[in-house]
T-cell receptor, first 118, second 114 residues
Framework: AQKVTQAQTEISVVEKEDVTLDCVYE???????LFWYKQPPSGELVFLIR??????QNEISGRYSWNFQKSTSSFNFTITASQVVDSAVYFC???????????????FGQGTILTVHP | AAGVIQSPRHLIKEKRETATLKCYPI?????VYWYQQGPGQDPQFLIS???????DKGSIPDRFSAQQFSDYHSELNMSSLELGDSALYFC?????????????FGPGTRLTVL
């Protein structure tokens, strides 16, 4: 069975602070995919990043960066110089490689509520 | 770019009534997923369709059924509604092809059961 754990239920920071959201996953698969989604107060789920299990390179996109470490089964997300617009619920998710009876359904973590104060 | 379309966006029903949620995937996407998100919860997988055939099933109540039509749109039918069915229902689509691709989510349908 797959499992995703986001230990931080809520994080509160002041604008311009850096913040890291932790994600730890469990899977027996050798091939899998990790995702981060953002859910702002309006409710939609916005895709941020996908990483496959063979690619451990860190990625940076503007103020966002992701650190994937297979050795610790972690896929952490850092926001640099946070802004009020970053306030949202952030979900880490895991899926198997599509095929057979498992066409890539997502298993989500519990989510981390990030509040950025002005 | 075209996104996933869901209708209606909001739906209010009484207990024991029936509801139908619709989803129009991104053009050329071959897989549709349905998720249910209760208040303060993470989204839970309900069911998926690949090329119009059911491909996977999660914790979907027997009172719920879904299908994908020839034009690739999908409908989630919910009968004998209960108070606990009040939730945000998401549809997502992806181009699975030979592997796993990114799921893009629609804006969701907020169902309230009174």
């Amino acid at each position: 069975a797959q499992k995703v754990t986001q230990a931080q239920t809520e994080i509160s920071v002041v604008e311009k602070e850096d913040v890291t959201l932790d994600c730890v996953y469990e899977t027996r698969d050798t091939t899998y995919y990790l995702f981060w989604y953002k859910q702002p107060p309006s409710g939609e789920l916005v895709f941020l990043i996908r990483r496959n299990s063979f690619d451990e390179q860190n990625e940076i996109s503007g103020r966002y960066s992701w650190n994937f470490q297979k050795s610790t089964s972690s896929f952490n997300f850092t926001i640099t110089a946070s802004q009020v617009v970053d306030s949202a619920v952030y979900f880490c998710a895991l899926s198997r490689q599509a095929g057979g009876t498992s066409y890539g359904k997502l298993t989500f973590g519990q989510g981390t509520i990030l509040t950025v104060h002005p | 770019a075209a996104g996933v379309i869901q209708s209606p966006r909001h739906l209010i029903k009484e207990k024991r009534e029936t509801a139908t949620l619709k989803c129009y995937p991104i053009p050329r996407h071959d897989t549709v997923y349905w998720y249910q998100q209760g208040p303060g919860q993470d989204p839970q997988f309900l069911i998926s369709f690949y090329e119009k055939m059911q491909s996977d099933k999660g914790s979907i109540p027997d009172r719920f059924s879904a299908q994908q039509f020839s034009d690739y749109h999908s409908e989630l039918n919910m009968s004998s509604l209960e108070l606990g069915d009040s939730a945000l229902y998401f549809c997502a689509s992806s181009f699975t092809g030979g592997g796993t691709d990114t799921q893009y989510f629609g804006p969701g349908t907020r169902l309230t059961v009174l």
